[in-house]
């Protein structure tokens, strides 16, 4: 039984503390000529939102810097996605029908990678939320995606992780004739 793990890019976390750490400490320098509440409060509440996404940037960076366990655990018959805030989720690969790429772009940048996970019968709980409703009205491959991968942080590129995410299909598809 083969067993490939993930790790996490330590590359792409180190650029994230960067630039999170950067924008923090412009922020607090510079907090007490930006904010005024008297003036502009809209303006003064949005730059603290976005001042605590940077420390939730700063704090994330670090997690990943320093976690030594695997982001993603791929087996002949599970697929493991590891969470650094949540639980891990468990997929087992014979109901698994499809991988698909989904790539986010602003203004150009690609800003989030992920390979969806098509399933071939979702959990009970899922088809009976609205949102899965309101996504097999649009589009039934995108609704039975109950699970993605995130490909942003781990130590692989996404389309070599894709070739061997859809040879586990295959091998576990020709196993089971």
Known sequence: MEELNFYTN???????????????????????KMLDFEEKTFESII????????????????LLLTRRKPLLTITD???IIH???TSSKTIEIENVKSFF?????TRGIKTNKQIFIELKKPT????KMWFYKFLSKISKPLA?????IQ???????QQKLLEILNGKIKETSYNSR
């Open 10 to 32: 330590k590359l792409s976390s180190f650029l994230l503390l960067f630039i999170a750490s950067t924008f923090v400490f412009i922020g607090i320098f510079l907090g007490d």
């Open 47 to 62: 730059l603290i939102l976005v001042f605590f996404l940077f420390i939730f940037g700063i704090v994330l960076s670090i």
């Open 151 to 157: 490909t942003d942080f781990l130590n692989i590129k």
């Open 83 to 85: 969470s650094v805030l």
């Open 101 to 105: 790429i989904v790539n986010n772009y």
């Open 124 to 127: 009970e709980n899922y088809t």
């Open 77 to 79: 018959k599970q697929i």
């Open 144 to 148: 039975n995606s109950q699970y993605s």
